[in-house]
């Protein structure tokens, strides 16, 4: 079992004789207190918040419940889903501003072969990283999402699908400073993705305890995923996503203590980017549309699987959800004709349709404007992404995110200890006060997010 070391407890016991304030003094500022934000991807508050009563062992995020600030849930964005949800954590803002609206591209005639949106060009509101390096601070992330080919991240191993040995040499190329993950994969071992396990989790964490080392970053983001990949697979609070939580907690700890070594007045930020729903039945949507004339197919050459020809409405998957595209939004047939046949199937139990989004509902909640309807699931259900067969399909013992926010099953966490910050529950938050807290943290300002910073309740 992971303990807090020496240095961590010091550390705590210095934080104790400031004012009590969670805002940081103008002497604290003069001196800006290294800011490490670390996302365990798909890990529910309630992992920590209710650990004994989950059986679980956390005692490092334990630690910053007892001694710093921390949240019971975060609302987060529509959809619940990786990429937006990373995207909103570092711009504060939602994706209809930040552009990042699902983890693929949509693309309903594969031509960009299944890509994602890996690169900061892709994101179109101010980061984190973009104002702490106007503001003179040195930045490094470790596999956060769409920072890819990022310009102004010092130290940067982007999030991008290297999965084989031999791709660690692409890993150094997208790398920067251009050989510095040579330098780095001495101490920490060859970068590439060896899957989303707990050995993968461990090498992120041994290439950015090695950059905290080294290069000494005031603002750094790390994201781990093994959490998701076990829950995925075997559904939130099984005994495999409970391990990963509990080797996370344990990751976090030396992740923590690298960064105190460092800075003894640094502030740990964790995060999650959504909670996690477990689910029975997948439920192929594109199969009704195909149906109704919506969706073409091709005609598959022996072996091979249904790909689409055209559409004139495309159901774009996010797992608990689905968005509906129209090729023609200004359409007003094709819209009528997606509208009864969306009712139609909400009104069939069998299909575990929560809610159906219009347009405009879409718009007001910050998703994808270019998107006609949202289809959101009853948590147990979820978007599959079959063309023909049968629309259901059994999925048992498995787990999935990217509902509407509203399901308390998909919050998020926050969690944070340091310089200045008081010990506190500040209740339930949304997502986008994050940024600008830790912006307010570095003494810096991100100019498009209008939330405000996260404060102790009196």
Partial sequence: ?????????????????????????????????HVLMISIDGMRPDYVTKADAHGL?????????????????VIGVVPTITFPSHATLITGVWPDRHGIY????FDPLNQTMGAWYWYEDDLKAPTLWQVAAKAGIVTASVFWPSTTDAGDIDYLVPAYPARIPEEAHLMEALSRPDGYLK???????????????????????????????????????VHLVSVDYYEHKTGPFSPDS????EESDRMIGQLADAERAVDPQAIVVVVSDHGFAATHTSVNLMIPFVQAGLISLKSPSPGSQPSIASWKAMVWNAGGSAYVILKDPE?????????????????DSRYGIDRILTHEEIVARGGDPNASFLVDFHPGFSAGGRLVGGMLNAIPGTGNHG????????????????????????GTIDMRQIAPTVAAWMGV???????????CRP
């Fill in 242 to 245: 409970d391990h990963a939580v």
């Fill in 1 to 33: 079992m992971f303990k807090p070391s020496l240095s961590l407890l010091c550390c705590l016991l210095c934080m104790f004789s400031f004012s009590g304030s969670e805002s940081i003094s103008a002497q604290a500022l003069a001196v800006r207190p």
């Fill in 57 to 73: 062992s956390v005692p490092v995020l334990r630690s910053f419940m007892a001694h710093g600030m921390y949240a019971d849930g």
């Fill in 403 to 426: 509902y509407l926010p509203d399901h308390p099953q998909l919050q998020s966490s926050f969690f944070a200890i340091g310089s200045g910050i008081s010990h506190c529950d500040v």
């Fill in 331 to 347: 359409d007003r047939e094709t819209l009528e004709r997606v509208n009864t046949l969306l009712d139609g199937l909400r009104d």
């Fill in 102 to 105: 699902n983890n693929a591209l």
């Fill in 445 to 455: 300002r991100l100019p498009d997010a209008i939330q405000p910073p996260i404060h």
């Fill in 183 to 221: 330098k780095i994969e001495k101490q920490a071992g060859a970068f590439y993705i060896h899957g989303s396990d707990l050995d993968f989790d461990e090498l992120l964490t041994r290439t950015s305890i090695a950059i905290i080392r080294d290069a000494k970053p005031g603002f750094m983001t």
